[in-house]
T-cell receptor
């Protein structure tokens, strides 16, 4: 079993839709959770960074962490064609440990 | 966020040659830099971790004599792929972490290596 599971998609939605991206993990030692956006042939860009269970909002993006279920989500409201990219979840145990990435979900927002 | 650059963005080389990729943190001091490899439709795979002034720590299965990493300063790390072969063709991405934000990594734009 992989430490981090993420559906690779692709996920296609119409412009303006609410997008829900998810990851599950098996290692209860993970404490810090990130979401990265990666455009084709580019490096990942940090979108959201969370520590505790609950919600964190930043503009159109909301990150949700449920440590009891080992489940994290990223919601994108009012999705735009420019949101079309691959979204990678990532997590870390903390204490300068290495980051473990999900495989990434490819999102396409159709105008 | 912090800016990390990589050079070159794309390189094509002949089999058997060596290729050097540079990773620079432009507006912060990177105490730790990471080198990743990403194959199509796969996630980022950590190759090695380097701390300034120390030898790099390689992940299991990564040949340290083939992938030479040098982290000579707080703003520069280099990855040299020695005697490159077609199977080394991949997307190489570096990331950097400063001392203050010990969990946040900032990624470079990546280098596409094609070995003919």
């Amino acid at each position: 079993q992989k430490e981090v599971e993420q559906d690779p998609g692709p996920l296609s939605v119409p412009e303006g839709a609410i997008v829900s991206l998810n990851c599950t993990y098996s290692n209860s030692a993970f404490q810090y959770f990130m979401w990265y956006r990666q455009y084709s042939r580019k490096g990942p860009e940090l979108l959201m960074y969370t520590y505790s269970s609950g919600n964190k909002e930043d503009g159109r993006f909301t990150a949700q962490v449920d440590k009891s279920s080992k489940y994290i989500s990223l919601f994108i409201r009012d999705s735009q064609p420019s949101d079309s990219a691959t979204y990678l979840c990532a997590m870390i145990q903390g204490g300068y440990q290495k980051v473990t990435f999900g495989i990434g979900t490819k999102l396409q927002v159709i105008p | 966020g912090a800016v990390v650059s990589q050079h070159p963005s794309r390189v094509i080389c002949k089999s058997g040659t060596s290729v050097k990729i540079e990773c620079r943190s432009l507006d912060f001091q990177a105490t730790t830099m990471f080198w990743y490899r990403q194959f199509p439709k796969q996630s980022l795979m950590l190759m090695a971790t380097s701390n300034e002034g120390s030898k790099a720590t390689y992940e299991q299965g990564v040949e340290k004599d083939k992938f030479l990493i040098n982290h000579a300063s707080l703003t520069l790390s280099t990855l040299t792929v020695t005697s490159a072969h077609p199977e080394d063709s991949s997307f190489y991405i570096c990331s950097a972490r400063g001392a203050a934000a010990y969990n946040e990594q900032f990624f470079g734009p990546g280098t596409r290596l094609t070995v003919l």
